[in-house]
């Protein structure tokens, strides 16, 4: 019995639209926007990344023609980096209070990710 330490919490420093680079795995350099964040799993979809081809079941009484259906996987946060607006380059993020607002800022160029 072994017990991992899977209760710890991910953090995820992407959100909704950021533009992301995969940092490791067979997408590896691909970019895309991220579509979605699953927190609980600690996963994002990225768009055009990532892709599996999934049978899909046909199912008339639904209109579903069976056949393979290409579509994202989510993947780890932590394999992907946001690609910061201002200098284009895949930067980690520090979050600051800037005008009373909290924001995520580029540690490459200092410029706020959020707009
Ligand atoms: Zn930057």
Sequence with gaps: MSKTNSDKKTSI????????VVT????KGKMG????????????LVEGVNIVTKAQKANP????????????????????????????????????VRNDKKVRVCKKCNETIDV
């Design 13 to 20: 420093h992407t959100k909704v639209g950021d533009r992301v």
């Design 24 to 27: 490791s795995g067979k997408d």
């Design 33 to 44: 926007n991220v579509k979605e964040v699953i927190t609980k799993d600690g996963t994002v």
């Design 61 to 96: 009484m639904a209109g579903i023609q069976g056949g393979l259906n290409k579509m994202e996987a989510p993947l780890n946060a932590s394999k992907v980096m946001v690609v910061c607006p201002a200098c284009e380059k895949a930067t980690r993020v520090k979050h600051e």
